[in-house]
């Protein structure tokens, strides 16, 4: 067990839909990263949070967005859900701003109909 | 988006036989790290490396940080029925918030 926790742990939806995933860090964690992980495009990584603002950003589509709470929970939000859009997303914590050692969830995994 | 070259990507062993695998980039990157994925699992780090040369071992596994800081290699010694799962490099370059993954390498143990 990580110490990161994510809800849901599996979601079906159909298409133009729209979802929020929720990740716990570990305690004491200040970062928080989205990862999208899909058969043929491996893990990809979304967007970073630090102690609540946005730190970096990669692969993450217009439709999808994110923030962190004071109290360092994060939520993802998906809309305008497309069938593309299934896949697993990974919530990962780490203390520092750096990336250097992340501390991965257990996933969440949509399912777009 | 960028990803390393991982290879191979899946490889299937006898328990007790030693196990390599590396990854490779084109670009030099300032920390490298491996994790493990077993099935509906999140990926757990297995062992972190930040410098060129470093080896770093945890139980039966070890990891190197390539000389050139363009590949890193993980050995796993006399495997067992529970090392099965997916193996990831991820690395990072200096300067970058971001980790980069390779796509994997499945390990079959037959027992």
């Known amino acids: 067990d990580s110490g990161v926790t994510q809800t849901p742990k599996h979601l079906i939806t159909a298409t133009g839909q729209r979802v929020t995933l929720r990740c716990s860090p570990r305690?004491?964690?200040?970062?928080v990263y989205w990862y999208q992980q899909s058969l043929d495009q491996g893990l990809q990584f979304l967007i970073q949070?630090?102690?609540?603002?946005?730190?970096a950003k990669g692969n993450i589509l217009e439709r999808f967005s994110a923030q962190q709470f004071p109290d360092l929970h994060s939520e993802l939000n998906l809309s305008s859900l497309e069938l593309g859009d299934s896949a697993l997303y990974f919530c990962a914590s780490s203390t520092t701003g750096g990336p250097n050692e992340q501390f991965f969830g257990p996933g969440t995994r949509l399912t777009v109909l | 988006g960028q990803q390393l070259n991982q290879s191979p990507q899946s490889m299937f062993i006898q328990e007790g036989e030693d196990v390599s695998m590396n990854c490779t980039s084109s670009s030099i990157f300032n920390t490298w790290l491996w994790y493990k994925q077993d099935p509906g699992e999140g990926p757990v780090l297995l062992i972190a490396?930040?410098?060129?040369?470093e080896l770093t071992s945890n139980g039966r596994l070890t990891a190197q940080f390539g000389i050139t800081r363009k590949d890193s290699f993980l050995n796993i010694s006399a495997s067992i029925p529970s090392d099965v799962g997916i193996y990831f490099c991820?690395?990072?370059?200096?300067?970058?918030?971001?980790?980069?993954f390779g796509k994997g390498t499945k390990l079959t143990v037959n027992p």
């Open positions: 949070y630090y102690n609540g603002e946005e730190r």
């Open positions: 490396l930040y410098k060129a040369g």
């Open positions: 991820a690395g990072r370059k200096g300067g970058s918030e971001k980790l980069v």
């Open positions: 305690s004491g964690d200040l970062s």
